[in-house]
């Protein structure tokens, strides 16, 4: 009999003010991204693991993925991310829920009309987020 088990992880959602255990729904293929499914406001958000967990790119960046320091972006006209704007590629962001600062590297469209764009961020790394949702 298959089992009806759900793999889920515990983490904070920025949008409802809460603690959940949130249903794994797609895992990435950079970082070792993990993205979950909130089971209050039904938004999906990245799982990044703590620092100390280790990571199979932890040890640093290549050429395809450079890493950033802070002094190479203009962070004083970073601009808040937030899934519902758009972005441009070179673009400097700071996520607020992360406080942490990134370069917009490439845009993708997933299935369903769904946009994304793919930040290099200083402390974070390279993550996919989603842009555009109304």
């Known amino acids: 009999m298959p089992s009806t ?3 889920t992880i515990e983490q904070y959602c920025s949008v409802c ?3 959940f255990d949130m249903e794994v729904v797609k895992q990435g293929s950079s970082k070792g991204v993990i993205w979950l499914k909130c089971p209050g406001c039904q938004g999906y958000l990245p799982y990044m693991p703590e620092e100390n967990e280790e990571t199979e790119d ?3 960046g ?3 993925n450079p ?3 802070l002094e190479d972006l203009d962070i004083e006209n970073a ?3 937030s899934e519902s704007d758009t ?3 070179g673009e400097i962001v700071h996520h607020r829920s992360w406080n942490d600062y990134g370069k917009v590297l490439s845009k993708d469209e997933l299935p369903g009309n769904r946009k994304t764009v793919w930040v290099q961020f200083l402390r974070q790394g390279k993550i996919q987020l989603l842009e555009g949702v109304e």
């Open 67 to 69: 890493e950033l320091a």
């Open 58 to 60: 932890s040890a640093g």
């Open 17 to 19: 003010k809460d603690q």
């Open 5 to 7: 088990k759900t793999n």
């Open 62 to 64: 290549d050429a395809a």
């Open 79 to 81: 601009r808040e991310y």
């Open 87 to 89: 972005y441009e590629v």
